[in-house]
Nanobody, 126 residues
Framework: QVQLVESGGRSVQAGGSLRLSCTSS????????EAWFRQAPGKEREIIAV????????AYSDSVKGRFTISLTRDRNTLYLQMNNLKPEDTAMYYC???????????????????WGQGTQVTVSS
């Protein structure tokens, strides 16, 4: 059974840093994608970063590129999101998601991911 559990969210001041974690279980093959999505109040859920475990290629949304970094531990059991230079507009619930198959192109739609964590709240104050 696939499980994803996020942690690390908290309140922080603008300009600060946070590292979110997503611990996974139930899959061991390297042929998967994991992604971070976020959803701010009143807004749709958006993808912000995705990584392919097979070669660690990653992609980012324009809103976080250069500030956030997605990574996997060597055993591929924990996904991280290092967030630097946080802004109030980064305030949202952050979710990790997994897709356990290869795709030629990075999956970026919410519907591409069948497995989700429960989310962790990040609040950035000015």
């Amino acid at each position: 059974q696939v499980q994803l559990v996020e942690s690390g969210g908290r309140s922080v001041q603008a300009g600060g840093s946070l590292r979110l974690s997503c611990t996974s279980s139930g899959f061991t093959d390297a042929n998967f994608f994991e992604a971070w999505f976020r959803q701010a109040p009143g807004k749709e859920r958006e993808i912000i970063a995705v990584i392919y475990a097979g070669n660690e290629n990653a992609a980012y949304s324009d809103s976080v590129k250069g500030r956030f970094t997605i990574s996997l531990t060597r055993d591929r059991n924990t996904l991280y999101l290092q967030m630097n230079n946080l802004k109030p507009e980064d305030t949202a619930m952050y979710y990790c998601a997994a897709l356990l198959e290869y795709r030629q192109f990075m999956p970026t739609r919410e519907g591409d991911y069948p497995y989700w964590g429960q989310g962790t709240q990040v609040t950035v104050s000015s």
